[in-house]
């Protein structure tokens, strides 16, 4: 079966969040460069993302109102560990690149499961 968290909480995927903060008010938001230097970012290492053995998908997640801009890593849950020890390369790359975008703010992770139900 499934890896479960507890009882009755199986997953077969496991995901990585990078995120931050484009804008934090309504009026910097009115400047979209930071959110269009994050969208470069992205495409920069998009390729390096893909390649993670056992990647499933990668999610960009943007929020006009809140001002996040998220990329979603998923990988098979088998999977995660080999990523996990290699320190979810090109993740450094990506964040080191993302704080250096002028404007953008709170650069986080998360890791998560999920799963379609």
């Known amino acids: 079966g499934m890896p479960a968290i507890c009882e009755g ?3 077969d995927t496991v995901a990585r969040e990078w995120r931050c903060k484009w804008a934090a008010s309504v009026e910097e ?11 470069k970012v ?3 290492h998009l390729a390096a993302v893909r390649a993670v053995a056992g990647v499933k998908d990668v999610q960009r997640i943007v929020c006009g109102g ?26 450094g ?3 080191a690149d993302l704080k250096a975008v ?3 703010a709170s650069v986080e992770t ?6 379609s139900v």
């Open 66 to 91: 809140c001002y996040d801009f998220k990329v979603i890593t998923s990988v098979d849950a088998d999977a995660f560990g080999a990523w996990e020890a290699a320190g979810f390369a090109p993740e």
């Open 102 to 104: 002028p404007g953008v």
């Open 29 to 39: 938001a009115q400047d979209k460069a930071p959110l269009q230097g994050a969208q």
């Open 110 to 115: 998360q890791t998560f499961t999920i799963r």
């Open 9 to 11: 909480v199986e997953f």
């Open 93 to 95: 790359d990506f964040l």
């Open 42 to 44: 992205l495409e920069k």
